[in-house]
T-cell receptor
Framework: NAGVTQTPKFQVLKTGQSMTLQCAQD?????MYWYRQDPGMGLRLIYY???????DKGEVPNGYNVSRLNKREFSLRLESAAPSQTSVYFC?????????????FGDGTRLSIL | AQKVTQAQTEISVVEKEDVTLDCVYE???????LFWYKQPPSGELVFLIR??????QNEISGRYSWNFQKSTSSFNFTITASQVVDSAVYFC?????????FGTGTRLKVLA
């Protein structure tokens, strides 16, 4: 019963390197999300995909791109990593893109940019 | 921005004490939803409860209870007879039609 699976769990990058964080869900959910969690900031939405084939910016999209590869998979790409992107990244999914839907989260990816 | 405020950054209690985590939200929506999530030391976020703006009934689930008061825009969470396994960061969130706004979280430490 995997739910939402994120890979990798940990990563260290150098400034300027690129990286893709992978996320897959096996719950047949339509909507998927990427958040970042920083100390004292809570979770902030980076990008979301309301349904397969659509993606939209969230609160803090600068420096990131996303791809909704299919219904199951939603990846987050850092094209040129910066130290300000050091954070814990969470992928989440929900049945539909509606505010009444609980979101189901992955275990997170801890990313450090040196 | 319509904020969610969790003013308590960190709370420490001794096992078996009761503890209340505060959540105050701002909204201009008539219909909205409130959530609590738990983030244990292992890191994942676990959904605990959802309430909608039309249902102010308090809810109890075992040692957990939630008090929703529209008049004060609050959705507080009480753990009765706390246990060490309750140690975690707890997030309150509000959603309107679509997206969530999370609070900054309250770290609860339950000491044996």
């Amino acid at each position: 019963n995997a739910g939402v699976t994120q890979t990798p769990k940990f990563q260290v990058l150098k400034t300027g390197q690129s990286m893709t964080l992978q996320c897959a869900q096996d719950m047949n959910h339509n909507s998927m999300y990427w958040y970042r969690q920083d100390p004292g900031m809570g979770l902030r939405l980076i990008y979301y995909s309301a349904s397969e084939g659509t993606t939209d910016k969230g609160e803090v999209p600068n420096g990131y791109n996303v791809s909704r590869l299919n219904k199951r998979e939603f990846s987050l790409r850092l094209e040129s990593a910066a130290p300000s992107q050091t954070s814990v990244y969470f992928c989440a999914s929900s049945v539909e893109f509606q505010g009444n839907q609980p979101q189901h989260f992955g275990d997170g990816t801890r990313l450090s940019i040196l | 921005a319509q904020k969610v405020t969790q003013a308590q950054t960190e709370i420490s209690v001794v096992e078996k004490e009761d503890v209340t985590l505060d959540c105050v939200y701002e909204t201009r929506d008539t219909t909205y939803y409130l959530f609590w999530y738990k983030q244990p030391p292992s890191g994942e976020l676990v959904f605990l409860i959802r309430r909608n703006s039309f249902d102010e009934q308090n809810e109890i689930s075992g040692r957990y209870s939630w008090n929703f008061q529209k008049s004060t825009s609050s959705f507080n969470f009480t753990i009765t007879a706390s246990q060490v396994v309750d140690s975690a960061v707890y997030f309150c969130a509000r959603a309107g039609t679509y997206k969530y706004i999370f609070g900054t979280g309250t770290r609860l430490k339950v000491l044996a």
